[in-house]
């Protein structure tokens, strides 16, 4: 399964911006969909996940409430519409995919390159 992730850019603090996530196939293997994020100097951070049958969602205490993950089934396309965007997000933005629904980025098989987002004050 390869990732195409895309959309990300320069936005000043309080604005939106959506990433996309694009499968090359849909299996079994890439059941959830998640969103991470790295920014220089720091770990890996969870953002979000969706489970791509059912599309429940779930979201890392820093974005609650501010950003939503979405999938469009036809374009095996996950979404990342993040809103009241704050300096502190900007990172370096992956996605991934794998089996399991989880927060933790060693479940996920496959990753997407990165896209930078910048959030200036």
């Known amino acids: 399964v390869q990732l195409q992730a895309s959309g990300g850019g320069q936005v000043q603090a309080g604005g939106s911006l959506r990433l996309s996530c694009a499968a090359s196939?849909?299996?079994?293997?890439?059941?959830?969909m998640g969103w991470f994020r790295q920014a220089p100097g720091k770990e890996r951070e969870f953002v979000g996940s969706i489970n791509w049958s059912g599309g429940t969602t779930m979201y890392g205490d820093s974005v609650r409430g501010r950003f939503t993950i979405s999938r469009d089934r036809g374009k095996s396309t996950v979404y990342l519409q993040m809103n009241s965007l704050r300096p502190e997000d900007t990172a370096a933005y992956y996605c991934a995919a794998g089996q399991v629904f989880t927060a933790g980025p060693s479940l996920y098989d496959y990753w997407g390159q990165g896209t930078l987002v910048t959030v200036s004050s």
């Open positions: 196939r849909r299996t079994n293997s890439n059941n959830a």
